[in-house]
C-alpha cells in the first residue's frame, strides 16, 4: 500500500511539487591524465522539497553534514554515494522559476526508501 500516494493531494494543496532535474549518476569515465570524469543521465522529475524534521536533523548531526540543507520526497530512487557500485551522488537543479534557480545540490543521505519513492536529503553545493 502507497500510503504517500494516498496523502500526496492534501501534501501538495499546501506546499505544491515543483519541477528539478536530477542528473542520476551511472558512474565514471576515467581520462587520459588518470583523473576519474564523473557521468551522469538526466531525469526530470516533480519533487516535494520541505524543511527537515527535528529527527532528520539529530540524524545528519551524528553524520557531521554541514551546509544548506532541505529534505526531498521523490517518486523512484535516488541516492547519495554507493562505493560498491562506483557511483557517486546524484545532483539535484531546480528548474527555471523555482527559487534557488541554477544552483546545484547534492544528495547527502537517504532518510527513507520504500518501493515507489524516496526521502533524501540535499546540500547545497558552491558549484558542480
Known amino acids: 500500500m502507497n500510503l504517500h500516494g494516498i496523502v500526496r493531494g492534501a501534501i501538495t494543496s499546501v506546499n505544491p511539487d515543483v519541477w528539478a532535474t536530477i542528473r542520476v549518476s551511472t558512474g565514471y569515465t ?8 564523473p557521468q551522469y543521465e538526466n ?12 529527527t532528520d536533523l539529530m540524524k ?5 553534514i554541514q551546509g544548506v540543507r532541505r529534505a526531498i520526497y ?13 557511483r557517486g551522488g546524484d545532483l539535484v537543479t531546480f528548474a527555471d522559476g523555482v527559487v534557488p534557480e541554477g544552483q546545484v545540490w547534492l544528495i547527502a ?14 546540500t547545497l553545493q558552491n558549484g558542480e
Open 109 to 122: 543521505q537517504e532518510l527513507e526508501v520504500w518501493p515507489d519513492w524516496v526521502k533524501f536529503v540535499i
Open 43 to 54: 531525469v526530470d522529475v516533480k519533487i516535494q522539497v520541505q524543511a527537515l524534521t527535528y
Open 74 to 86: 521523490a517518486y523512484g530512487f535516488y541516492a547519495g554515494v554507493i562505493r560498491d557500485r562506483a
Open 30 to 37: 576515467t581520462l587520459p591524465s588518470g583523473r576519474q570524469q
Open 60 to 64: 545528519l548531526d551524528g553524520l557531521n
